[in-house]
């Protein structure tokens, strides 16, 4: 497949996009797409975690659990904004519950200047509903 413009756009920045562009199709994956690097986990860089970077859809009908029980609104938030844990408490009452909600609030009121807009493409030529988790 030809380099698309967005991993023309990372090539200078030490990601090795084509490098893992190769691997994966020599593993046999056909849909690959590049994103930037958003400030969570290693893509951090010793910054604190930027909601800012989200879409702002996290916890929307949806949940990420860790392998420790930890529920968070994303798997982008899972390591930094933990809304209770599946051993303690039951998922419904986690995902219903008041952390969630109060940290679902603190996701959507911030600033998207630097984030995904959940509206437009974050890939040109990908699919909305790859980048959208609404979709």
């Known amino acids: 497949m030809a380099e698309t413009a967005r991993e023309r756009e990372f090539a200078g920045d030490g990601q090795r996009v084509q490098e893992g562009r190769r691997e994966l199709e020599a593993l046999g994956v056909t849909r690959i797409g ?19 970077q989200l879409c702002g859809n996290c916890g929307d009908g949806r949940a990420a659990i860790g392998p420790d029980g930890n529920v968070s609104p994303c798997v982008f938030t899972s390591g930094w904004m933990s809304v209770g844990n ?8 986690i995902v219903g519950g008041t952390a969630m909600a109060e940290a679902n ?19 040109p030529g990908t699919p909305l509903s790859e980048c959208n988790p609404k979709a």
Do not use: K, M, W, Y
């Open 86 to 93: 599946v051993h303690q408490d039951p998922l419904a009452a």
């Open 34 to 52: 590049v994103d930037r690097v958003r400030r969570f986990g290693r893509g951090a860089e010793g910054h604190a975690p930027d909601t800012g």
């Open 105 to 123: 609030a603190s996701i959507r009121v911030t600033d998207r200047s630097g984030g995904c807009d959940p509206d437009e493409e974050c890939n």
